[in-house]
């Protein structure tokens, strides 16, 4: 059963004629009478009483009406569909990142949106080890992390560097000076997040190497909770400055280096290449591209 065939018999059924639906679609009438044959071979019925002088349906032809109107109209709603991603109407970007990288993307989110305001930016909370496996599978379209995967597929784009500070609260005795050492910290009350992490690990091997104690004594299930808790003077907190860019700036926090840590890091879009990749995400990664071209 094709459409085209569909469309000829709804256009004869409409004109309850041969002849005028042939004149409707710019065909000649064998034509259209061998579309409507074609269409009763497949369906194994008589649509149209040949007795009668004008085309009048049979109860076959009268059920199969109603059908191929459905089906057309589904047929239109696909191609609007498909139109609709190709436009950029629709369409869905797929994102895995971290609690701590997920301010990485957001200036491109805000000037993806502005682009292209009708396409859903999803941005899903997946543990960075993931990451890599996931868009080299299909399963994300992009990843943001801070090294780069071990997946030979995965192309990667710098989004800026990144470093851990210790923020304080501005009032704070630490909160004049601008670095601190660890010794220091380990006086401090720290604020630290319960999820394990590299950055984590890292952090509490260099006090145990130091032979000086880490002092978490408050944990907390999101770095939200942490700076909050900082900006009310329960302690000071290890985090990675870009977590914290807007309250520094509004001098609701303050950053102090750690010259013995010294974790800087390079935050990257990864990304899978070749293969099929939707309209979507071809526009997120162009304007990747055009917004790191641009900054070089």
Not at 26 to 51: I, K, M, N, Y
Not at 230 to 250: D, F, H, N, T, W
Request: hydrophobic content about 45%; charged content about 30%.
């Amino acid at each position: 059963m094709e459409l085209t065939e569909l469309r000829v018999f709804l256009r004869v059924a409409s004109e309850r004629s041969f002849s005028r639906a042939a004149m409707k679609l710019h065909r000649t009438q064998p034509a259209v009478s061998q579309a409507v044959r074609r269409l009763e071979e497949s369906v194994g019925e008589r649509l149209f009483d040949r007795a009668t002088k004008d085309a009048t349906l049979t109860d076959a032809g009268r059920l199969l009406r109603d059908y191929a109107d459905r089906l057309l109209r589904l047929s239109e709603e696909a191609e609007a569909a498909v139109k609709d991603l190709r436009d950029l109407r629709r369409g869905r970007v797929l994102i895995g990142a971290n609690e701590a990288s997920v301010h990485a993307v957001l200036p491109l989110i805000q000037r993806f949106r502005d682009a292209h305001p009708l396409v859903h930016v999803d941005v899903r909370r997946i543990p960075a080890r993931q990451i890599g496996a996931e868009v080299a599978q299909g399963s994300l379209d992009f990843g943001v992390l801070t090294f780069q995967p071990a997946e030979p597929r995965l192309g990667s784009i710098i989004l800026g560097q990144d470093e851990l500070v210790m923020l304080v609260h501005p009032t704070h005795p630490l909160g004049q000076t601008r670095e601190v050492t660890l010794s220091e910290c380990a006086r401090q009350t720290v604020i630290a997040h319960n999820d394990p992490s590299h950055v984590r690990d890292r952090v509490l091997r260099l006090f145990e190497q130091h032979h000086i104690p880490a002092n978490i004594l408050i944990s907390l299930p999101s770095l939200e909770g942490i700076k909050r808790a900082v900006a009310m003077q329960m302690g000071v907190a290890l985090l990675p400055r870009r977590c914290a860019e807007s309250e520094i700036a509004r001098g609701e926090l303050v950053a102090l280096a750690m010259p013995e840590v010294r974790i800087r890091r390079q935050v990257r879009l990864v990304y899978r290449r070749g293969g099929e990749r939707s309209h979507a995400s071809t526009a997120f990664l162009t304007i990747v591209e055009e917004k790191k071209k641009a900054a070089s």
